[in-house]
């Protein structure tokens, strides 16, 4: 049976992934600090920082593929470590065993000055976690050229909610209002299809599986036109939403982010859905569970 190694396993995004693979893989589910049990798989403890650690791991496990997740959006320093070094060993163990190689990166590797971004536009990063995320790309090309590198955007899902949903919706359920920028454009992406997809990219063998890939949600949306669609979803009125500017707010952030999808809806059986053609799916769903 074909074994995955997903790093950052105990991570929303990780958890979803050994979720789906375990029907068809044998999954082994790092995790830095909280081992949480994850039915249909194996987790094992792995701090990526400690490269001589993730060497043994691979060469240990030889996974047919590996998933690469675990990211720190802390200080720059911690991004430095986990982020660029972390992918750096990753990298290099997974060409050393001959695994293919998924790995992780963003939207924000853009100045979000010039959206909608294709896979072949040069990343031009304007924030710390960018300009992390756009090094940890240019190491994984260089050690492992037929690496698919998977630029997602806002990670969204509802069992259990992601931490950004829960946010808004916890906000407005306690009456505290918040504000959401209405000139920051993302894709956001529900995480049962970009889970999807990365299992179907790490099944690919030879060179189609290779380079730059957007893997993200059909429809772009502001932040506050995102927030304003969750609270209808979760039954909540959005008037405690105050709409902002983000160039108004003195923070340093990529404005425009959108990312241009056609290689994957093209090349993956993965469906990539917009926001309101997920919501209309889940809408059941999402209000059974807050009964």
Known sequence: ????????????????????????????????????????????????????????????????AVIHTAFDMGSPEAMQSVIVEGTRHVAAAAAAVGARLVAMSSDVIFDGEH??????????????YGRAKAKAERIT?????????????????FHPPDPRTRWVVDSLRHGQP???????????VWVEQLAAALV?????????????????????????????????AYG?????????????????????CRLEIGKAQARLRSPLWGVDEVLRSCWTQINADER
Do not use: K
């Open 1 to 64: 049976m074909r074994s995955l190694l997903i790093t950052g396993g105990s991570g929303y995004l990780g958890r979803h992934l050994a979720r789906q693979a375990a029907a068809d893989w044998q999954v082994v589910a790092t995790y830095f600090s909280h081992p949480d049990p994850l039915a249909g798989c194996r987790a094992v403890p792995l701090d990526v920082r400690d490269g001589p650690a993730v060497a043994r791991l691979l060469a240990d496990l030889r996974p047919t």
């Open 115 to 128: 959206g909608p971004y294709g896979e072949a536009d040069p990343p031009n990063p304007v924030t710390a």
């Open 141 to 157: 090309a260089g050690l492992c050229p037929a690496a698919a590198i998977v630029r997602t955007s806002l990670i969204y899902g």
């Open 178 to 188: 918040i504000t959401l920028f209405t000139d920051e454009l993302r894709c956001p």
């Open 200 to 232: 179907e990219l790490a099944a690919v063998e030879g060179e189609d599986r290779g380079g730059i890939w957007h893997v993200a949600g059909a429809q772009a949306l502001s932040r506050y036109e995102f927030g304003v669609r969750l609270t209808r």
């Open 236 to 256: 909540l009125d959005p008037v405690g939403i105050t709409a902002g500017l983000s160039r108004d707010s003195g923070l340093v952030r990529p404005r425009d």
